[in-house]
Nanobody, 127 residues
Framework: QVQLVESGGGVVQAGGSLRLSCAAS????????MGWFRQAPGKGREFVAV????????RYADSVNGRFTISRDNAKNTVALQMNSLKPEDTAVYYC????????????????????WGQGTQVTVSS
């Protein structure tokens, strides 16, 4: 069982930056790929970024590529999402997610591929 707790959301002006963090429980953190998803009001949840278990491979949604960076610290059981050049359309609830044990590659971009979810943290970008 993996428990995830996000932090770092808030309100920021367009063009600004925020850093989201996700703390995970468990002793085998590196055996899970970790992803970030987001859900804007009235829309479905969408993939943002994923990082492999060893941190060596990442993948991003086209809408955030070049602006967001995902990283992880396996010694601290944490994953982060650095968000730069934020736009109003980035406004959403952001969720941290973990795949199943042993599924540690960075190819997982669909909700159904993730077994564990955090409670979400609100990011609001004002224009």
């Amino acid at each position: 069982q993996v428990q995830l707790v996000e932090s770092g959301g808030g309100v920021v002006q367009a063009g600004g930056s925020l850093r989201l963090s996700c703390a995970a429980s468990g002793r085998t953190f590196s055996n899970y790929a970790m992803g970030w998803f987001r859900q804007a009001p009235g829309k479905g949840r969408e993939f943002v970024a994923v990082i492999s278990g060893n941190g060596g491979s990442t993948r991003y949604a086209d809408s955030v590529n070049g602006r967001f960076t995902i990283s992880r610290d396996n010694a601290k059981n944490t994953v982060a999402l650095q968000m730069n050049s934020l736009k109003p359309e980035d406004t959403a609830v952001y969720y941290c997610a973990a795949t199943g044990y042993g599924r540690s590659w960075s190819r997982y971009i669909h909700e159904y591929e993730y077994n564990y979810w955090g409670q979400g943290t609100q990011v609001t970008v004002s224009s």
